[in-house]
């Protein structure tokens, strides 16, 4: 079959690649770029495994032509932290037990990341909605939405304390003007 | 938050040690690994579920560009099984086909794309045969038996027990149920296909990477199926993406991968895709029961009599061992002063059945939770208190010569009364609302191996470096319980360290001595005391070389907080990096084994090492649900379940067990089923065979029993399989609280409640259900057992 050239955008990084026309994204990542963080469960769109955002949405890469997404900003499981480098997400996923087998969980944590991107306070029910595509056969679910709301509630604390500091700073900062005036 | 009381790692909620790297996806799982050189691997599959195979043609298929080894059934002459008095099995379909999907033809090319097509370039010439896709049809066999090897035809085993006089029993009873339930077969779905690699090394030797729970058993069977010496074969468990029983059986992937590889001098992975996932199953038999209790007015159990027909599809996989467990534990959870159990497994041509989390064990438990329900309603008693009436109790024999050492049943019933609600709702919530109770006992673990064997059930190395560096080598596979986590765990607390500070290194049949595997819930009770003990004897060494440079007796020293302190005087400790560099120039290389073999408890009759277990779980469990009345769907509204863990190494992956388990058994309650048309299933993929998402799971509230059982290391017990079987006859008994219909079948689907409702309101009883049994004599040889003497002496078992 004749092959395309490709120039994709993955994690903020220009990949070139030379595939047939018919490759998926999910194909593309796993077997040309050796992004294996993205999994496989079905092939056909069913259980979210394979979930990537694209321009920031969530997409199955496992559906998506890799040709289609050219010149898009492509993000995978990759691009949010390592073992010694987590994203807070990620450090509280681990930390509840929300990853069992944790062959779900790259697909998980980037459905959970476009909503959490898109939408910094959800409720239980955004968050239901965000990852009601997304199959797990070990946890039960339970552990998921709590690393969620974990998260969205300590980062929203955490700005909260950036806020309070900010306003601190700048406090200070006119007194001691005041002062030297 | 409870536990850990004295200890510095166990019984607390630490994160799990390979939890950074599976949230970030760098679990390597098997389809992740690829080597230089590799061929893919793929199967053409039998379209026909019963025919002979005339003649097979692949010299187009051999000659294609790219293809590098073509194989039959032919080289594989050996059958095989994971018993060696089931081994009925070839790698690839010998002589006949028997379901479709099984292997026929196996394909290594350059790339998936060559190997599938090649494989339609193949021609098979099949005389078709009529198929036995019933229990009913498969008993009746009007045609050629699917094995012809098997003495009894479509009957692939028959076992008849009985413990006492059953007639006795049922002669002290004053009511009686009687009752017939149908439980339909599911499957496992794990959310990782199955993946292997075969990978040439040497010159004769073979290493196969795969995603198997049980990688010793591959070992041995892939020698034995190849005819290589054992030292020929090496097997690595890759992290399981999912197991629950499912990648216990060895398959026809794993053996063709190493044959090809040593054939082709390359290596050769075989990924299943979903559709072949299916119909590789060796899931939850669906099992056809009968069962008789008499009972006293007081609700006293006197006897019960339980029959089961499994439908074992076409191949005997664990099988006997399933028979067996769909009697083996009834007697486990209630005090049974006599019992008989008939138990069958037929032949049909389905894909195989075998081991899914509970093996066995959830059919018959759905069955007779019901069944106490409806004994409950009719004696007037409420079902916890006839649950508790009833209640195996702790140091006890049961009725079919089971050991029962620390049993917080009681306790798991009353602690879940009490937050339920249970005797306030029951019986009174508003139609439609609904609460149903149900209790279950399960093994902590198989007294005996799946071939015969003397050795230990699990053994374990812990090496300890110069720079204090700790491995901990052990056979057992993480499947995504958190085995490793529990052995870094348990190490870690004997030397005096966090659980990160142990690395673990499992599942390598070359590297890490033998653990039978991750199956029957035996991992923490049995590979954790070989940890334990391995780590003792590794704290004993340093602490003896320490001990002398303190001037004390080695048992003066204590092993905390990365230190090995002095306990006549405190104020001196060794750090434990200097300890180690200390020990190991003293004494050289620093290694300690630890082995674990259950303590003897087979019952003294033929079938008496089926169901034996060096502890027992116990739960119960309370599921509230909101059924509509137009559409019968069911709501499952909240789940409160308190568990008998001993005692948890870890808390937070005791819960998940927990809370998975109850996850998996709902799901299969409401919805999953292993549906045929014709031969066919009706829905091997992922949207159609419907599970549970996050929108249909219920609240769960969970409570830990700790009952310290003496023999479990830190007095664990197992959580894996336990909490999932009184989930489904708990929702069965809530829908009949809530609209009054009996659905004696699982999937408990909405379509069944209307029509039972519909019914009901005609006047035709509220049941859904099978209505009859079939009266087909047992081929068994009837084994007729004596009562244990706990029971003959008047003490209903109790052992002291």
């Known amino acids: 079959m004749k092959q395309m050239a490709l120039a994709l955008r993955v994690n903020g990084e220009e990949k070139p690649v030379l595939v047939s026309p018919s490759r998926t994204l999910l194909e593309v990542l796993r077997e040309d770029l050796n992004l294996t963080g993205t999994k496989h469960g079905c092939e056909l769109g069913e259980c979210g495994a394979c979930t990537v955002l694209v321009d920031g949405k969530p997409m199955l890469s496992c559906l998506l032509p890799a040709a289609q997404v050219e010149g898009a900003e492509i993000t995978t499981i990759e691009a949010l932290g390592g073992p010694s480098t987590p994203h807070p997400l990620q450090l509280e996923w681990a930390r509840l037990g929300a990853a069992q087998c944790g062959y779900c969980t790259p697909g998980f944590v980037m459905s959970a990341k476009a909503l959490l991107d898109s939408n910094p306070e959800p409720t239980r029910e955004d968050i239901k909605a965000a990852i009601a595509g997304n199959l797990c056969r070990c946890t039960g679910y339970h552990k998921i939405v709590e690393a969620i709301e974990n998260f969205a509630r300590q980062r929203k604390a955490d700005q909260a304390i950036d806020r309070s500091i900010d306003t601190t700073a700048t406090a200070v900062r006119a007194v001691a003007l005041e002062a030297r005036g | 938050m409870a536990p850990k009381t004295g200890f510095a790692v166990i019984g607390g909620t630490e994160t799990r040690v390979d939890g950074l790297e599976k949230v970030t996806g760098r679990t390597r799982f098997a389809d992740d690994l690829s080597f230089p050189n590799m061929l893919y691997g793929r199967f053409l599959r ?272 664990l099988g006997v061992a399933t028979t067996y467990y769909t009697g083996a534990l009834q007697p486990c959870s209630y005090r049974i002063p006599y019992y008989k159990f008939e138990g069958t497994r037929l032949t049909t041509n389905k894909p195989v059945c075998g081991p899914k989390r509970g093996h066995g064990a959830p059919q018959p438990r759905a069955m007779i939770e019901v069944q106490m329900d409806k004994a409950a309603v009719d004696l007037g008693i409420d079902p916890a208190q006839l649950r508790l009436v009833n209640a195996i109790e702790p140091y006890s024999k049961t009725i079919n010569h089971f050991r029962v050492t620390s049993c917080g049943l009681k306790e798991c019933i009353e602690k879940v009364v009490e937050v339920s609600g249970f005797n306030d709702k029951w019986g009174r919530l508003p139609h439609g609302k609904g609460i149903g109770f149900a209790i279950s006992a399960y093994l902590s673990g198989a007294g005996t191996t799946q071939y015969p064997s003397n050795g230990p059930h699990s053994e374990v190395v812990v090496k300890v470096g110069r720079f204090g560096e700790v491995q901990c080598l052990t056979g057992s596979t993480d499947i995504g319980q958190g085995s490793m986590t529990v052995h870094a765990s348990i190490v870690a607390e004997v030397l005096g360290l966090h659980a990160s500070d142990v690395m673990v290194i499992n599942g390598d049949t070359a590297t890490t001595p033998i653990d039978l595997g991750s199956y029957s819930s035996r991992v923490t009770f049995m590979s954790g005391n070989a940890a334990l003990e391995a780590a003792r004897r590794m704290r004993d060494q340093i602490a003896a070389v320490v001990a002398a440079t303190f001037g004390i007796p080695a048992d003066c020293t204590e092993f905390r907080e990365h230190k090995v302190f002095n306990a006549v005087n405190p104020g001196q400790s060794m750090a434990w990096e200097d300890a180690c560099a200390l020990a190991e120039s003293k004494l050289g290389a620093l290694s300690s084994t630890g082995n674990y073999t259950p303590p003897d408890l087979d019952g003294p009759y033929k079938g008496g090492a089926v169901g034996p277990s060096p502890a027992y779980s116990y739960t119960a469990l309370a599921v509230q649900v909101d059924v509509d009345p137009e559409t019968g769907m069911i709501d499952v509204e909240k789940v409160w379940c308190a568990h008998d863990i001993g005692f948890p190494i870890n808390q937070t992956l005791v819960i998940g067990q927990v809370e998975g388990g109850i996850y998996m058994g709902l799901s299969e309650a409401l919805f999953e089923e292993m549906d045929y048309r014709k031969s066919r299933l009706e829905a091997p993929s992922m949207l159609d065979y419907k599970t549970i998402t996050v929108n249909e799971m219920p609240e769960i509230e969970t409570h830990l029993i700790c009952t310290h059982d003496p023999e479990g290391p830190f007095g664990a017990k197992e959580v894996g399989q336990g909490p999932l079987l009184p989930a489904i006859p708990a929702l069965l008994n809530a829908v009949y609280d809530a609209v009054g219909v009996r659905i004696d079948e699982v999937p408990c689907t909405p379509d069944k409640v209307l029509f039972a409702m519909e019914r009901k309101a005609d006047g035709r009883g509220g049941r859904i259900g099978p209505t009859a049994f079939p009266e087909h004599a047992t081929t068994a040889r009837a084994v007729r057992a004596p009562r244990p003497a706990e029971w003959e002496n008047g003490n209903e078992g109790r052992m002291n």
Not at chain 2, 125 to 138: G, P, S
Not at chain 2, 156 to 170: C, I, N, R, T
Not at chain 2, 295 to 305: E, K, L, Q, V
Request: aromatic share 10%; glycine share 10%.
């Open chain 2, 46 to 317: 039998s379209p026909h579920a019963h025919a002979r195979i005339r003649k097979i043609d692949v010299s187009r298929a051999a000659a294609m560009p790219g293809v590098h080894c073509v194989l039959t059934g032919r080289d594989f002459p050996i059958p095989f099984g994971p018993l060696p008095i089931s081994e009925d099995e070839y790698v690839l379909a010998f002589d006949k086909v028997t379901y479709v999907g099984e292997p026929v033809v196996a394909i290594a090319a350059i790339d998936e794309a060559t190997a599938d097509a090649a494989c339609r370039a193949v021609v098979v010439d099949y005389e078709e045969l009529d198929a036995y896709m019933t229990l009913e049809e498969a008993l009746e066999q009007r045609g050629e038996p699917i094995h012809t090897e098997h003495r009894f035809g479509n009957i692939h085993k028959a076992v008849s027990l009985e413990f006492g006089d059953v007639a006795q029993g049922f002669a002290e009873a004053e009511y009686f149920r009687e009752d017939v339930f149908f439980y339909q077969g599911n499957t496992h779905m794990p959310i990782e296909e199955h993946s292997c690699t075969g990978v040439p090394e040497g010159i004769d030797r073979v290493t196969l990477y795969s995603s198997t729970q049980n990688p010793h058993y591959g070992h041995r069977l892939i020698a034995k199926a190849l005819q290589l010496p054992g030292s020929r074969v090496r097997v690595v468990a890759t992290p399981a993406g999912g197991g629950f029983g499912g990648k216990c059986d060895t398959f026809s992937h794993e053996f063709a991968a190493c044959r090809m590889a040593l054939r082709t001098g390359r290596p050769v992975k075989f990924t299943l895709n979903r559709e072949e996932v299916f119909y590789t199953h060796r899931g939850r038999h669906p099992v056809l029961m009968w069962s008789k209790i008499g009972f006293r007015r007081n609700g006293r159990i006197t006897g019960m009599h339980f029959r089961s027909f499994l439908d074992g599809g076409a191949y005997g996989s």
